[in-house]
Nanobody, 122 residues
Framework: QVPLVEFGGGLVQAGDSLRLSCAASGRTFSIYAMGWFRQAPGKERDFVAAVSWSGGSTHYAHSVKGRFTISRDNAKNTVYLQMNSLKPEDTAVYYC???????????????WGQGTQVTVSS
């Protein structure tokens, strides 16, 4: 089990920045690839970004590439999602998740947080 808890969501204006954090408990955090996904009302859950267990490899959705940065600190059992130049279309519930290997497919992820709401006003 890898319990995950997201922090940092909120209401911001278009163009603002926000950093999400996802804290994991347990000793096995560092062996998992970590991902961020989001789900807007009435839409399916979409992949946002993922980072390998070492932090050496990352993947991004085309819609966020160049604006979002995923990183992790294994000493703190935490993964981050720095979101810059936010747009109204980034509004969604953001979830972090853990997987045995780096993937952009949500079905590869075994553990999920409860989600944090990000709302971007125009």
């Amino acid at each position: 089990q890898v319990p995950l808890v997201e922090f940092g969501g909120g209401l911001v204006q278009a163009g603002d920045s926000l950093r999400l954090s996802c804290a994991a408990s347990g000793r096995t955090f560092s062996i998992y690839a970590m991902g961020w996904f989001r789900q807007a009302p009435g839409k399916e859950r979409d992949f946002v970004a993922a980072v390998s267990w070492s932090g050496g490899s990352t993947h991004y959705a085309h819609s966020v590439k160049g604006r979002f940065t995923i990183s992790r600190d294994n000493a703190k059992n935490t993964v981050y999602l720095q979101m810059n130049s936010l747009k109204p279309e980034d509004t969604a519930v953001y979830y972090c998740a853990a997987a045995r290997s780096l993937s952009t497919d949500g079905y590869a992820y075994d553990y999920w947080g409860q989600g944090t709401q990000v709302t971007v006003s125009s």
